[in-house]
């Protein structure tokens, strides 16, 4: 397939999801009843249209990125992306005709080529291949994040327990370290029954004898 023929269908491509992302932003276009409906046109979703827009400029502006390409360019920006009629295109280009067609078929070969290499084209197998990548999650969005609500309840609670009931919250941090303890020795074989044995041994606090006065 020549390149010339790989731009025109990229090209093609474009410009209807160009009007289609316009018409999806509000814009109201004359309807012509003559003309028969085309019926069911496939379009992808949103972001993707936008990607497909947005990749279709990107390659063709590097295509033609060397400095003595800027008129090639210009041409580009004016007939491929704007969509200037043909008279008023070669005016603002300022180059005669026979220069200005030699630019235009030389734009679509320099970038149908680049379209084939950086695989835009075909249009299909981009959408497809962009749909096949699996969405990253990130290790910070796996974790549950902290309830930042309960801790200023439980710093008060915390306090509470220290200063009415000192047995109590001994029990309790000997608890949290004893548990952190088993947790950290799990890597190196402790038991379930020995993690047992280690909250059985711990003291019972009576109630009664902390209540205050």
């Not at 005669?96 to 290499?117: H, L, M, N, Q």
Request: hydrophobic share 35%; proline share 6%.
């Amino acid at each position: 397939m020549k390149a010339s023929e790989i731009f025109n269908d990229c090209h093609g491509r474009y410009r209807g999801l160009r009007e289609w992302l316009a018409d999806a932003t509000g814009a109201i276009h004359s309807l012509d009843l003559d003309k028969p409906s085309l019926g069911y046109l496939w379009r992808p979703d949103r972001a993707r249209a936008c990607d497909y827009v947005a990749d279709f400029e990107r390659i063709a502006r590097h295509a033609l990125r060397r400095p003595e390409w800027k008129g090639r360019l210009k041409l580009f920006n004016i007939c491929f992306v704007h969509s200037v009629e043909y008279r008023r295109a070669v005016r603002m280009v300022g180059v005669s005709e026979g220069t200005f067609d030699y630019w235009y078929a030389e734009v679509k070969r320099a970038v149908g080529t680049e379209f084939a290499r950086s695989e835009l084209f075909p249009p299909w197998r981009y959408f497809l291949r962009r749909n096949q990548q699996p969405a990253s999650v990130s290790t910070s969005e796996s974790r549950p994040a902290p309830n930042l609500e309960q801790e200023p309840e439980r710093k008060t609670e915390k306090k509470f327990e220290q200063k009415f009931y000192p047995r109590r919250a001994r029990r309790s941090a000997l608890v949290s370290e004893r548990r952190a303890r088993g947790t950290a020795q799990q890597g190196t074989g402790v038991s379930e029954k020995a993690s047992g044995e280690i909250f059985s041994s711990l003291p019972v606090d009576r109630v009664s004898a902390e209540s205050p006065a």
